[in-house]
């Protein structure tokens, strides 16, 4: 069978099929029909990739700055050539529009192209040193392994996020993807991987469930560093595995991200950046706006307009040209998501618009009336719901937005921009833009959350140091004196 059925694991560079006796069903979102059924990895397919992944390492390291790059340039040729490929499974496994595919397409080209220049960033440093005839040398080298966990809902650019930066610097990886959407979130970049002529052992993908190989993924002595992006349960439960066997983590969590929308913001703009922001990929993004906080003074005008806007959406199949809003992932997601929207009007919040759901499809809705303590404001939805809250001042709008334990991305509206600056430093956040929406995502720049929205961060620079390690040698110009 051919790969590129991706019912296969791939480990040390070959295709092979999953130890396990059990299945991932590999179901499309929206048609909710089966894609594929890929046989399960175990415990034992895990430690193979483990392996692979460490025997490869040392090799890899090794090779010249130049060579990596070249290799990074036939990456970057091989996903382009494949966009339609890549953009079609995207709709198919993970529910994604054609709008928010394309989104995603561009940033992971983005991660890339960053990552391409990491081999050549690889600096150390030089310190004078107290000791007479010393200097002080820091050389940067990579970690080892990294064991990456996939994410199901930005599942080809948050897995290449991670996949990408580590190679680079000289690390290789095995890969755990999403189980509801294996393909986007690893198979395929595999796939990727070796057309681009990376060496066997590189990259690895394992494709199991949590339950079965989850736990041992994490704690596996090859593994240096645990990058995990998903929500904020299953990244406490990997810090805590993590920290067991002193291993370092990279964790991006879960969001419940505000706008602030001041009595001073251009309305029309805000209600365009609103509906993006909140509705991009149904609200199935860590970045999404949960919260659209708006002062009293602006609060029936934005209102009005934003309920036009939404229901102007157009719904349903992703993969027809200008859908806006497709289906969520699943009918787990639909049934908590209309649970919690009940819950909140049986406290006093008003449906304005949306709120039926046809098959995984949920109408983009719109609130009222809503209070930071209700379900659809306190919990992250996850999906195309807008809670909006009034407030009467800037201090009370600055008060709601840090009435969270999330602290991801956030998002300031004022034509004062100076004001919005100072508005935004007081916002307890890794991220947050002034007259923006939140969902930002650029290669060079920090990426990440406070709070229990995660830790650490990517991009750039950050993702360079995070996913190497210093050694500091001290170096003696003759020998020095000792008091005894």
Same mark, same amino acid.
């Given at each position: 069978?051919?790969?590129?059925?991706?019912?296969?694991?791939?480990?040390?560079?070959?295709?092979?099929?999953?130890?396990?006796?059990?299945?991932?069903?590999?179901?499309?979102?929206?048609?909710?029909?089966?894609?594929?059924?890929?046989?399960?990895?175990?415990?034992?397919?895990?430690?193979?990739?483990?392996?692979?992944?460490?025997?490869?390492?040392?090799?890899?390291?090794?090779?010249?700055?130049?060579?990596?790059?070249?290799? *990074?340039?036939?990456?970057?040729?091989?996903?382009?050539?494949?966009?339609?490929?890549?953009?079609?499974?995207?709709?198919?496994?993970?529910?994604?529009?054609?709008?928010?595919?394309?989104?995603?397409?561009?940033?992971?080209?983005?991660?890339?192209?960053?990552?391409?220049?990491?081999?050549?960033?690889?600096?150390?440093?030089?310190?004078?040193?107290?000791?007479?005839?010393?200097?002080?040398?820091?050389?940067?080298?990579?970690?080892?392994?990294?064991?990456?966990?996939?994410?199901?809902?930005?599942? /080809?650019?948050?897995?290449?996020?991670?996949?990408?930066?580590?190679?680079?610097?000289?690390?290789?990886?095995?890969?755990?993807?999403?189980?509801?959407?294996?393909?986007?979130?690893?198979?395929?970049?595999?796939?990727?991987?070796?057309?681009?002529?990376?060496?066997?052992?590189?990259?690895?993908?394992?494709?199991?469930?949590?339950?079965?190989?989850?736990?041992?993924?994490?704690?596996?002595?090859?593994?240096?560093?645990?990058?995990?992006?998903?929500?904020?349960?299953?990244?406490?439960? =990997?810090?805590?595995?993590?920290?067991?066997?002193?291993?370092?983590?990279?964790?991006?969590?879960?969001?419940?991200?505000?706008?602030?929308?001041?009595?001073?913001?251009?309305?029309?703009?805000?209600?365009?950046?609103?509906?993006?922001?909140? *509705?991009?990929?149904?609200?199935? =993004?860590?970045?999404?706006?949960?919260?659209?906080?708006?002062?009293?003074?602006?609060?029936?005008?934005?209102?009005?307009? /934003?309920?036009?806007?939404?229901?102007?959406?157009?719904?349903?199949?992703?993969?027809?040209?200008?859908?806006?809003?497709?289906?969520?992932?699943?009918?787990?997601?639909?049934?908590?998501?209309?649970?919690?929207?009940?819950?909140?009007?049986?406290?006093?919040?008003?449906?304005?618009?949306?709120?039926?759901?046809?098959?995984?499809?949920?109408?983009?809705?719109?609130?009222?009336?809503?209070?930071?303590?209700?379900?659809?404001?306190?919990?992250?939805?996850?999906?195309?719901?807008?809670?909006?809250?009034?407030?009467?001042?800037?201090?009370?709008?600055?008060?709601?937005?840090?009435?969270?334990?999330?602290?991801?991305?956030?998002?300031?509206?004022?034509?004062?921009?100076?004001?919005?600056?100072?508005?935004?430093?007081?916002?307890?956040?890794?991220?947050?833009?002034?007259?923006?929406?939140?969902?930002?995502?650029?290669?060079?720049?920090? *990426?990440?959350?406070?709070?229990?929205?995660?830790?650490?961060?990517?991009?750039?620079?950050?993702?360079?140091?995070?996913?190497?390690?210093?050694?500091?040698?001290?170096?003696?110009?003759?020998?020095?004196?000792?008091?005894?």
């Amino acid at each position: 069978m051919s790969p590129k059925t991706f019912t296969k694991q791939y480990i040390n560079g070959q295709w092979k099929n999953g130890s396990s006796e059990k299945f991932v069903e590999n179901e499309n979102p929206y048609t909710q029909q089966t894609i594929s059924s890929i046989p399960s990895a175990n415990e034992d397919d895990l430690n193979e990739a483990y392996e692979a992944a460490r025997q490869a390492q040392e090799s890899w390291m090794s090779t010249l700055p130049g060579q990596k790059q070249q290799k *990074f340039d036939r990456l970057l040729h091989v996903v382009q050539e494949r966009k339609d490929e890549i953009i079609d499974w995207l709709v198919k496994e993970s529910g994604s529009t054609l709008i928010k595919a394309e989104v995603e397409f561009q940033a992971a080209v983005g991660i890339i192209r960053e990552s391409a220049s990491f081999p050549t960033r690889m600096s150390g440093q030089i310190f004078p040193s107290n000791t007479p005839g010393k200097e002080n040398r820091i050389y940067r080298s990579p970690k080892g392994v990294i064991g990456v966990i996939g994410p199901w809902n930005f599942p /080809f650019h948050l897995a290449m996020r991670s996949i990408a930066p580590a190679i680079a610097t000289g690390n290789t990886v095995v890969v755990k993807p999403a189980s509801d959407a294996p393909v986007t979130s690893g198979l395929l970049i595999a796939d990727l991987f070796e057309e681009a002529d990376f060496p066997k052992g590189v990259i690895n993908v394992v494709v199991g469930r949590g339950s079965e190989i989850g736990d041992a993924f994490v704690t596996h002595p090859v593994s240096k560093l645990i990058s995990f992006t998903g929500s904020t349960e299953v990244g406490s439960h =990997i810090g805590e595995l993590a920290g067991k066997h002193i291993k370092d983590t990279a964790l991006e969590l879960g969001g419940n991200n505000a706008m602030i929308v001041l009595d001073d913001a251009d309305i029309e703009k805000a209600v365009e950046a609103a509906a993006f922001g909140k *509705f991009l990929h149904q609200g199935q =993004i860590c970045m999404s706006l949960n919260r659209i906080i708006v002062h009293e003074s602006v609060h029936d005008t934005f209102v009005e307009q /934003f309920k036009t806007k939404v229901e102007g959406l157009k719904v349903g199949d992703p993969s027809e040209k200008d859908t806006a809003v497709g289906p969520l992932i699943n009918h787990d997601a639909v049934e908590r998501i209309q649970h919690d929207l009940q819950a909140s009007l049986d406290e006093g919040a008003t449906v304005l618009t949306g709120g039926e759901a046809d098959g995984n499809v949920l109408q983009p809705t719109v609130l009222t009336g809503v209070t930071n303590e209700m379900p659809i404001a306190k919990n992250e939805v996850f999906g195309p719901v807008a809670a909006i809250i009034k407030v009467t001042s800037e201090e009370e709008a600055i008060e709601v937005a840090n009435g969270s334990p999330y602290g991801l991305s956030g998002s300031v509206f004022t034509r004062d921009v100076h004001r919005g600056v100072e508005v935004a430093k007081r916002v307890e956040t890794g991220m947050i833009h002034i007259n923006d929406q939140s969902v930002n995502d650029e290669a060079h720049v920090a *990426f990440g959350g406070e709070k229990e929205s995660g830790l650490g961060r990517f991009g750039g620079e950050w993702a360079l140091d995070k996913f190497t390690t210093v050694k500091w040698i001290g170096v003696m110009n003759g020998y020095r004196e000792y008091p005894f």
